[in-house]
Protein backbone atom coordinates (compact mmCIF):
# COMPACT_ATOMS: atom_id res chain seq x y z
CA UNK A 1 0.00 0.00 0.00
CA UNK A 2 1.46 3.14 -0.53
CA UNK A 3 1.69 6.48 1.29
CA UNK A 4 -1.14 8.50 1.47
CA UNK A 5 -2.82 11.87 3.72
CA UNK A 6 -5.20 11.20 6.00
CA UNK A 7 -7.71 13.64 7.29
CA UNK A 8 -10.41 13.28 9.50
CA UNK A 9 -13.64 15.39 8.96
CA UNK A 10 -16.40 17.12 11.23
CA UNK A 11 -18.28 19.02 8.41
CA UNK A 12 -19.82 18.32 5.18
CA UNK A 13 -18.48 21.72 3.06
CA UNK A 14 -14.88 21.16 4.32
CA UNK A 15 -14.80 17.23 3.51
CA UNK A 16 -15.93 17.80 0.14
CA UNK A 17 -13.37 20.27 -0.64
CA UNK A 18 -10.50 18.60 0.90
CA UNK A 19 -11.67 15.22 -1.33
CA UNK A 20 -11.98 17.38 -4.47
CA UNK A 21 -8.06 17.74 -4.99
CA UNK A 22 -6.90 15.08 -7.87
CA UNK A 23 -5.93 12.10 -6.57
CA UNK A 24 -8.29 12.39 -3.11
CA UNK A 25 -10.75 10.05 -2.38
CA UNK A 26 -13.56 9.79 0.45
CA UNK A 27 -13.42 6.85 3.24
CA UNK A 28 -16.48 5.40 5.34
CA UNK A 29 -16.46 1.78 6.00
CA UNK A 30 -13.65 1.29 3.29
CA UNK A 31 -15.09 -2.23 2.96
CA UNK A 32 -13.81 -1.94 -0.93
CA UNK A 33 -11.58 0.88 -1.09
CA UNK A 34 -9.03 -0.53 1.72
CA UNK A 35 -8.88 -3.88 -0.74
CA UNK A 36 -8.54 -1.95 -3.89
CA UNK A 37 -5.58 -0.11 -2.27
CA UNK A 38 -3.59 -2.97 -0.79
CA UNK A 39 -4.01 -4.14 -4.36
CA UNK A 40 -2.89 -0.92 -5.76
CA UNK A 41 -5.84 -0.73 -7.98
CA UNK A 42 -6.63 2.32 -6.17
CA UNK A 43 -3.86 4.90 -4.84
CA UNK A 44 -5.18 7.58 -3.36
CA UNK A 45 -2.70 10.15 -2.29
CA UNK A 46 -5.61 11.72 0.75
CA UNK A 47 -8.03 9.98 2.34
CA UNK A 48 -10.63 12.07 3.63
CA UNK A 49 -12.50 10.18 6.70
CA UNK A 50 -16.03 10.82 6.76
CA UNK A 51 -16.96 8.53 9.29
CA UNK A 52 -17.78 11.58 12.33
CA UNK A 53 -20.51 13.53 9.95
CA UNK A 54 -24.30 13.54 10.45
CA UNK A 55 -25.70 11.03 8.43
CA UNK A 56 -26.43 8.32 10.31
CA UNK A 57 -30.06 8.67 9.98
CA UNK A 58 -32.89 6.80 8.60
CA UNK A 59 -36.30 9.58 8.99
CA UNK A 60 -39.73 9.28 7.10
CA UNK A 61 -40.06 12.37 4.24
CA UNK A 62 -43.25 14.00 4.01
CA UNK A 63 -43.83 12.64 1.01
CA UNK A 64 -44.12 8.98 3.12
CA UNK A 65 -41.26 7.18 1.56
CA UNK A 66 -38.06 7.16 3.62
CA UNK A 67 -34.97 9.38 4.04
CA UNK A 68 -31.87 7.35 4.45
CA UNK A 69 -28.95 9.20 5.67
CA UNK A 70 -25.03 7.97 3.46
CA UNK A 71 -23.41 6.90 6.51
CA UNK A 72 -26.44 4.57 7.63
CA UNK A 73 -24.57 0.82 7.59
CA UNK A 74 -25.88 -2.01 5.58
CA UNK A 75 -26.55 -3.84 8.74
CA UNK A 76 -28.23 -1.43 10.06
CA UNK A 77 -30.67 -0.51 7.64
CA UNK A 78 -31.82 -4.05 6.68
CA UNK A 79 -32.71 -4.24 9.95
CA UNK A 80 -34.46 -0.84 10.13
CA UNK A 81 -38.39 -1.20 10.95
CA UNK A 82 -39.21 0.70 8.18
CA UNK A 83 -37.49 -1.03 5.81
CA UNK A 84 -38.29 -4.35 6.58
CA UNK A 85 -42.53 -3.30 7.04
CA UNK A 86 -42.04 -0.78 3.52
CA UNK A 87 -39.29 -2.07 1.66
CA UNK A 88 -38.56 -5.74 2.25
CA UNK A 89 -37.14 -6.32 -1.43
CA UNK A 90 -33.97 -4.08 0.08
CA UNK A 91 -33.61 -5.43 3.38
CA UNK A 92 -33.44 -8.95 1.67
CA UNK A 93 -31.09 -7.64 -1.12
CA UNK A 94 -28.88 -6.26 1.61
CA UNK A 95 -28.82 -9.20 3.61
CA UNK A 96 -27.81 -11.12 0.36
CA UNK A 97 -25.00 -9.27 -0.22
CA UNK A 98 -21.38 -9.94 2.05
CA UNK A 99 -21.39 -11.46 5.32
CA UNK A 100 -22.15 -10.07 9.08
CA UNK A 101 -19.21 -8.59 9.54
CA UNK A 102 -18.61 -6.10 6.61
CA UNK A 103 -22.51 -5.42 6.30
CA UNK A 104 -21.65 -4.07 10.07
CA UNK A 105 -18.95 -1.90 8.79
CA UNK A 106 -19.97 -1.47 4.80
CA UNK A 107 -22.23 1.88 3.90
CA UNK A 108 -25.32 2.69 2.30
CA UNK A 109 -23.46 5.33 0.44
CA UNK A 110 -20.40 3.25 -0.24
CA UNK A 111 -22.37 0.56 -1.49
CA UNK A 112 -23.47 2.42 -4.89
CA UNK A 113 -20.20 3.02 -5.75
CA UNK A 114 -18.36 -0.63 -5.30
CA UNK A 115 -16.29 -1.06 -7.88
CA UNK A 116 -16.66 -4.16 -10.07
CA UNK A 117 -14.71 -7.73 -9.33
CA UNK A 118 -13.67 -8.56 -12.78
CA UNK A 119 -10.51 -10.54 -12.71
CA UNK A 120 -8.70 -8.79 -14.72
CA UNK A 121 -9.64 -5.34 -13.10
CA UNK A 122 -7.94 -6.69 -10.23
CA UNK A 123 -4.55 -7.69 -11.54
CA UNK A 124 -2.15 -5.00 -11.40
CA UNK A 125 -0.25 -6.43 -14.26
CA UNK A 126 -3.49 -7.32 -16.69
CA UNK A 127 -4.73 -4.75 -19.44
CA UNK A 128 -8.07 -3.24 -18.24
CA UNK A 129 -9.63 -0.31 -19.67
CA UNK A 130 -11.53 0.46 -16.53
CA UNK A 131 -8.38 0.78 -14.42
CA UNK A 132 -5.66 2.04 -17.50
CA UNK A 133 -8.09 3.48 -19.78
CA UNK A 134 -6.61 2.42 -23.38
CA UNK A 135 -4.87 -0.60 -22.24
CA UNK A 136 -7.53 -2.95 -23.52
CA UNK A 137 -10.25 -5.92 -22.33
CA UNK A 138 -8.64 -9.28 -21.87
CA UNK A 139 -12.01 -10.26 -20.34
CA UNK A 140 -13.80 -10.50 -23.55
CA UNK A 141 -11.80 -13.34 -24.64
CA UNK A 142 -10.57 -14.27 -21.37
CA UNK A 143 -12.37 -15.51 -17.88
CA UNK A 144 -15.73 -13.85 -17.81
CA UNK A 145 -18.17 -16.39 -16.51
CA UNK A 146 -19.17 -13.66 -14.08
CA UNK A 147 -18.84 -11.17 -16.12
CA UNK A 148 -22.18 -8.95 -18.00
CA UNK A 149 -24.14 -9.69 -20.69
CA UNK A 150 -26.12 -6.50 -21.14
CA UNK A 151 -25.12 -2.87 -21.28
CA UNK A 152 -21.33 -4.06 -22.62
CA UNK A 153 -18.93 -2.45 -25.25
CA UNK A 154 -16.20 -3.80 -26.54
CA UNK A 155 -13.81 -1.36 -24.33
CA UNK A 156 -15.41 -3.28 -21.14
CA UNK A 157 -17.88 -5.99 -20.10
CA UNK A 158 -17.52 -6.03 -16.19
CA UNK A 159 -20.70 -6.28 -14.18
CA UNK A 160 -21.36 -3.94 -11.22
CA UNK A 161 -21.48 -5.93 -7.97
CA UNK A 162 -24.02 -4.78 -6.01
CA UNK A 163 -26.98 -6.40 -4.15
CA UNK A 164 -28.10 -2.91 -2.70
CA UNK A 165 -28.19 -0.54 -5.71
CA UNK A 166 -30.34 -3.59 -8.07
CA UNK A 167 -32.92 -3.18 -4.94
CA UNK A 168 -32.71 0.63 -4.77
CA UNK A 169 -33.20 0.77 -8.74
CA UNK A 170 -36.20 -1.38 -8.57
CA UNK A 171 -37.64 1.55 -5.46
CA UNK A 172 -36.66 4.61 -7.78
CA UNK A 173 -34.08 6.14 -4.88
CA UNK A 174 -32.81 9.31 -5.74
CA UNK A 175 -29.25 10.24 -4.35
CA UNK A 176 -28.71 13.29 -2.84
CA UNK A 177 -25.38 14.84 -2.92
CA UNK A 178 -23.57 17.74 -2.08
CA UNK A 179 -20.60 19.14 -3.99
CA UNK A 180 -17.12 20.64 -3.15
CA UNK A 181 -18.58 24.50 -4.13
CA UNK A 182 -21.64 24.01 -1.44
CA UNK A 183 -24.42 23.41 -3.88
CA UNK A 184 -26.30 20.28 -3.76
CA UNK A 185 -28.21 18.17 -6.44
CA UNK A 186 -30.77 14.90 -6.72
CA UNK A 187 -29.81 12.49 -8.98
CA UNK A 188 -32.08 9.64 -9.78
CA UNK A 189 -30.65 6.43 -9.57
CA UNK A 190 -31.64 5.77 -13.56
CA UNK A 191 -29.32 8.26 -14.38
CA UNK A 192 -26.31 7.56 -11.80
CA UNK A 193 -24.30 5.24 -13.27
CA UNK A 194 -22.92 5.31 -16.82
CA UNK A 195 -22.47 2.67 -19.16
CA UNK A 196 -18.99 1.78 -19.86
CA UNK A 197 -19.24 2.67 -24.07
CA UNK A 198 -15.48 3.74 -24.53
CA UNK A 199 -15.03 5.30 -20.95
CA UNK A 200 -15.38 2.63 -18.72
CA UNK A 201 -12.94 3.92 -16.17
CA UNK A 202 -16.29 6.44 -15.77
CA UNK A 203 -18.65 4.81 -13.54
CA UNK A 204 -20.82 7.82 -12.24
CA UNK A 205 -21.76 11.02 -13.01
CA UNK A 206 -20.29 11.97 -9.72
CA UNK A 207 -17.86 15.12 -9.87
CA UNK A 208 -14.67 15.14 -8.23
CA UNK A 209 -15.68 16.00 -4.15
CA UNK A 210 -18.87 15.65 -4.92
CA UNK A 211 -20.43 13.12 -2.10
CA UNK A 212 -23.69 11.20 -1.39
CA UNK A 213 -25.30 12.48 1.75
CA UNK A 214 -28.61 10.84 1.12
CA UNK A 215 -30.72 8.30 -0.17
CA UNK A 216 -34.76 8.99 -0.78
CA UNK A 217 -37.08 6.24 -1.00
CA UNK A 218 -40.62 7.53 -2.30
CA UNK A 219 -43.62 5.32 -0.68
CA UNK A 220 -43.37 2.35 -0.94
CA UNK A 221 -45.95 0.11 -3.22
CA UNK A 222 -47.65 -2.66 -2.81
CA UNK A 223 -47.17 -6.26 -3.58
CA UNK A 224 -44.77 -9.24 -3.12
CA UNK A 225 -41.23 -7.95 -2.85
CA UNK A 226 -38.53 -10.59 -3.30
CA UNK A 227 -35.10 -11.09 -4.13
CA UNK A 228 -33.81 -13.49 -5.55
CA UNK A 229 -30.18 -14.32 -5.98
CA UNK A 230 -28.25 -16.88 -8.00
CA UNK A 231 -24.61 -17.65 -6.92
CA UNK A 232 -22.19 -20.63 -6.44
CA UNK A 233 -22.33 -20.90 -2.91
CA UNK A 234 -24.78 -20.22 -0.33
CA UNK A 235 -23.22 -17.13 1.29
CA UNK A 236 -20.25 -13.96 0.54
CA UNK A 237 -20.49 -14.98 -3.20
CA UNK A 238 -21.41 -12.12 -5.94
CA UNK A 239 -24.34 -12.51 -8.14
CA UNK A 240 -24.36 -14.62 -11.06
CA UNK A 241 -27.75 -13.86 -12.08
CA UNK A 242 -30.13 -11.72 -9.43
CA UNK A 243 -33.75 -10.44 -9.41
CA UNK A 244 -35.27 -7.62 -7.31
CA UNK A 245 -39.14 -7.95 -7.77
CA UNK A 246 -42.27 -6.10 -6.28
CA UNK A 247 -45.79 -8.24 -7.78
CA UNK A 248 -49.18 -7.88 -7.39
CA UNK A 249 -51.99 -9.76 -8.68
CA UNK A 250 -56.04 -8.85 -8.65
CA UNK A 251 -58.43 -11.21 -7.90
CA UNK A 252 -58.83 -12.40 -11.37
CA UNK A 253 -54.90 -13.32 -11.59
CA UNK A 254 -53.79 -10.57 -13.44
CA UNK A 255 -50.59 -8.66 -12.78
CA UNK A 256 -51.14 -5.35 -11.53
CA UNK A 257 -47.96 -4.32 -10.71
CA UNK A 258 -44.58 -5.43 -11.92
CA UNK A 259 -41.01 -3.70 -11.47
CA UNK A 260 -38.34 -6.23 -11.50
CA UNK A 261 -34.49 -5.17 -11.49
CA UNK A 262 -31.26 -7.60 -12.66
CA UNK A 263 -28.02 -8.12 -11.17
CA UNK A 264 -25.14 -9.79 -12.52
CA UNK A 265 -25.84 -9.11 -15.89
CA UNK A 266 -25.30 -6.21 -16.33
CA UNK A 267 -22.63 -3.17 -16.70
CA UNK A 268 -25.02 -1.36 -13.84
CA UNK A 269 -27.77 -2.68 -12.14
CA UNK A 270 -30.31 -3.34 -14.89
CA UNK A 271 -33.97 -2.35 -15.53
CA UNK A 272 -35.75 -2.04 -18.34
CA UNK A 273 -39.79 -0.55 -17.80
CA UNK A 274 -40.90 -2.33 -21.19
CA UNK A 275 -40.63 -5.62 -19.60
CA UNK A 276 -42.66 -4.81 -16.65
CA UNK A 277 -45.10 -2.99 -19.23
CA UNK A 278 -45.19 -5.97 -21.28
CA UNK A 279 -46.52 -8.10 -17.91
CA UNK A 280 -48.82 -5.35 -16.68
CA UNK A 281 -52.39 -6.80 -17.52
CA UNK A 282 -51.23 -10.41 -18.33
CA UNK A 283 -52.53 -13.64 -16.60
CA UNK A 284 -48.46 -14.03 -16.48
CA UNK A 285 -48.74 -17.20 -18.64
CA UNK A 286 -45.38 -18.85 -20.42
CA UNK A 287 -46.11 -16.88 -23.83
CA UNK A 288 -46.37 -13.66 -21.82
CA UNK A 289 -43.38 -14.35 -19.70
CA UNK A 290 -41.33 -15.63 -23.13
CA UNK A 291 -42.06 -12.42 -24.64
CA UNK A 292 -41.09 -10.10 -21.65
CA UNK A 293 -37.78 -12.31 -21.26
CA UNK A 294 -37.49 -11.89 -25.37
CA UNK A 295 -37.37 -7.82 -24.37
CA UNK A 296 -35.18 -8.22 -21.61
CA UNK A 297 -32.43 -9.86 -23.28
CA UNK A 298 -32.86 -8.50 -26.93
CA UNK A 299 -29.69 -6.58 -26.76
CA UNK A 300 -28.22 -9.13 -24.47
CA UNK A 301 -24.31 -10.50 -25.73
CA UNK A 302 -22.66 -13.88 -24.23
CA UNK A 303 -19.21 -13.63 -23.96
CA UNK A 304 -18.18 -17.50 -24.24
CA UNK A 305 -18.23 -18.76 -20.46
CA UNK A 306 -21.08 -16.34 -19.41
CA UNK A 307 -23.40 -17.27 -22.09
CA UNK A 308 -25.24 -18.83 -19.74
CA UNK A 309 -26.64 -16.19 -18.02
CA UNK A 310 -29.03 -15.54 -20.96
CA UNK A 311 -30.87 -18.92 -20.14
CA UNK A 312 -30.48 -18.36 -16.29
CA UNK A 313 -32.19 -14.85 -16.52
CA UNK A 314 -35.16 -16.59 -18.65
CA UNK A 315 -36.20 -18.93 -15.89
CA UNK A 316 -35.12 -16.73 -13.11
CA UNK A 317 -37.85 -14.24 -14.22
CA UNK A 318 -40.26 -17.20 -14.67
CA UNK A 319 -39.74 -18.62 -11.32
CA UNK A 320 -40.57 -15.13 -9.74
CA UNK A 321 -43.59 -13.98 -12.16
CA UNK A 322 -44.89 -17.60 -11.48
CA UNK A 323 -44.19 -17.95 -7.64
CA UNK A 324 -46.11 -14.40 -7.43
CA UNK A 325 -49.00 -15.64 -9.39
CA UNK A 326 -49.20 -19.43 -7.06
CA UNK A 327 -48.81 -16.89 -3.53
CA UNK A 328 -51.92 -14.91 -4.96
CA UNK A 329 -53.78 -18.35 -5.07
CA UNK A 330 -52.70 -19.94 -1.82
Known amino acids: MKRFDYVRASELTPACKAASVEGAAFIGGGTNLLDLMK?????????????????????????????????????????????????????????????????????????????????????PDSPCNKRNPGSGCPAIDGENRSLAILGTSEHCIAQHPSDMAVAMRLLDATLETQKADGSTRQIAIKDFYQLPKDTPHIETVLEAGEMITHIILPPPT???????????????????????????????????????????????????EAVEDALVGTKGGIPDIVHAANILLEQAQGWGQNDFKITLTRRLLKQIIQRALAAKDA
Open 39 to 123: FEIETPIKLVDITQLELKQVEPTEAGGLRIGALVTNSDLAAHPSVIENYPVLSRAILAGATGQLRNKATTGGNFLQRTRCYYFYQ
Open 222 to 272: AGMHTYDKIRDRASYAFALVSCAAVIDVDNTGTLTTVRLAFGGIGTQPWRN
